[in-house]
């Protein structure tokens, strides 16, 4: 089945530096990819839909400016967080579906337990 | 808009209990409805789906019926296993394009006692 591949899947920062994440479709290509966030005992927050070639829409609530999204081919996304502070620590996940076809469902990655201290 | 409602959790069982997470829905048209589960600190993994009414999903011994008229998609299993234990979200996606995300409910966290 389609796999979609995350890393990494842990990462401890220290505050103010920056942090990227890599989200990859490896057997499929995604034009569209969506980012999470999930607080703790929560549901997923979508941040951002990631558009291939293009520029990435950003929820309502979401800097843009922090949360740095590159969509440079239709097998990898990647989420910056810039200037990282310990209120960005959280679990952060990313999904993507098969462009190639019609109502599938969406497949995951491991997802990111993000640090800052 | 579109919406999930899942039922609150915790839900706490003793193994080879039972199990019923209800999920109910809005949507206009007619969508397709997902069961997802997170184990404790992975990703999300496609439990099962149904794409129209009357259609039955299953894996794992989970099954979920896709039921119009209720607008629901329960998931439902006759023995739970401690390795049952996690979190799971019901999803509908009112799309067949893949470049929308899917309606996420809020999640529910099960545990199954030894």
């Known amino acids: 089945g389609a796999v979609v591949s995350q890393h990494p899947s842990r990462v401890i920062c220290k505050s103010g530096t920056s942090v990227k994440i890599e989200c990859r479709s490896l057997d499929f290509q995604a034009t569209t990819m969506f980012w999470y966030r999930q607080f703790p005992k929560q549901s997923l927050m979508l941040m951002a839909t990631?558009?291939?070639?293009?520029?990435?829409?950003?929820e309502q609530g979401v800097e843009k400016d922090k949360f740095l999204i590159n969509h440079a081919s239709l097998t990898l996304s990647t989420l910056t967080v810039t200037s990282a502070h310990p209120e960005d620590s959280s679990f952060y996940i990313c999904?993507?579906?098969?462009?190639?076809?019609?109502?599938?469902?969406?497949?995951f990655g491991q997802g990111t337990r993000l640090t800052v201290v | 808009g579109d919406s999930v409602t899942q039922m609150e959790g915790p839900v706490t069982l003793s193994e080879e209990a039972c199990l019923t997470i209800?999920?109910?829905?809005?949507?206009?048209?007619?969508?397709?409805l997902f069961w997802y589960v997170q184990y404790p600190g992975e990703g999300l993994q496609l439990l099962l789906k149904?794409?129209?009414a009357d259609d039955k999903g299953s894996n794992k011994g989970f099954e979920a019926t896709y039921r119009k008229e209720t607008t629901s998609f329960h998931l439902e299993k006759g023995s739970v296993q401690v390795s049952d234990s996690a979190v799971y979200f019901c999803a509908l996606s009112d799309r067949p394009d893949s470049n929308y995300q899917l309606i996420w409910g809020a999640g529910t966290k099960l545990i199954i006692k030894p």
């Open positions: 149904a794409t129209k």
């Open positions: 209800n999920c109910t829905y809005t949507a206009t048209g007619y969508p397709s």
């Open positions: 990631s558009n291939e070639g293009s520029k990435a829409t950003y």
């Open positions: 999904s993507a579906r098969d462009s190639g076809r019609v109502g599938t469902e969406a497949f």
